[in-house]
């Protein structure tokens, strides 16, 4: 399958713990982004890591790539209640179609 | 602001009653996706119009139809919508100049369709 697989399915902290979302995958990719999704809303990209970054910081999120193990992670750091979403880790192949292959997303829940 | 708009945000539709869902952007993006989305599921790519060209996922169901008259409007068409097609519908765009890799994708807040 071309699509990312994310662990954990679910997280749930305390504001102010850090959060670690992993994204696995078995193709070879042009590059990796992250999304975050609000209940009910649509999408928002946070993040894009291209194949020859190994990693990139936006803020509190720090995203890594390690092409040889296929395998990304979407750190955020001094988590908020808002940061309460679904984070998706996204393909884009090296086919070079302009589709994007999303995972199935890791549940994370920000305790105040 | 320059955005990806989406009406209705909730649309409720009889079983085989056809609906039509609409996306417009202000972005002058050229490539435009819908995506339909289940509870606790990835969003997963129906189809996309690279500039005018239409690009059909293989297990789209033929009950699924777009249209794309201008670069600013999109149009998804359900011709005879089942229980199964109840669904959160996601419209994106995304700037992808050809051989240059795909840019980020720019989402609408969705439309929510309920069959009865």
């Known amino acids: 399958s071309q699509q990312g697989e994310e662990d954990p399915q679910a997280l749930s902290i305390q504001e102010g713990e850090n959060a670690t979302m992993n994204c696995s995958y078995k193709?070879?990719?042009?590059?990796l982004q992250w999304y975050r999704q609000n209940s009910g809303r649509g999408l928002v990209h946070l993040i894009l890591?291209?194949?020859?970054?190994r990693e990139k910081h936006s803020g509190r999120l720090r995203v890594t790539l390690d092409t040889s193990k296929k395998s990304s992670s979407l750190l955020i750091t001094a988590s908020r209640a808002a940061d309460t979403a679904s984070y998706f880790c996204a393909l884009y192949g090296s086919g070079n179609t302009g589709k994007l292959i999303f995972g199935q997303g890791t549940t994370l829940q920000v305790k105040p | 602001d320059a955005m990806v708009i989406q009406n209705p945000r909730y649309q409720v539709t009889q079983f085989g009653k056809p609906v039509t869902l609409s996306c417009s952007q202000t972005l002058n993006h050229n490539v435009m996706y819908w995506y339909q989305q289940k509870s606790s599921q990835a969003p997963k790519l129906l189809f996309h119009y690279y500039d005018k060209d239409f690009n059909n996922e293989a297990d789209t169901p033929d009950n699924f139809q777009s249209r794309r008259p201008n670069t600013s409007f999109c149009f998804l068409d359900i011709r005879s919508p089942g229980l199964g097609d109840a669904a959160m519908y996601l419209c994106?765009?995304?700037?992808?100049?050809?051989?240059?890799?795909?840019?980020?994708?720019?989402f609408g807040p969705g439309t929510r369709l309920t069959v009865t």
């Open positions: 890591i291209r194949s020859n970054e």
């Open positions: 994106a765009t995304s700037r992808y100049p050809r051989g240059q890799g795909a840019h980020e994708q720019y």
């Open positions: 193709t070879s990719i042009n590059n």
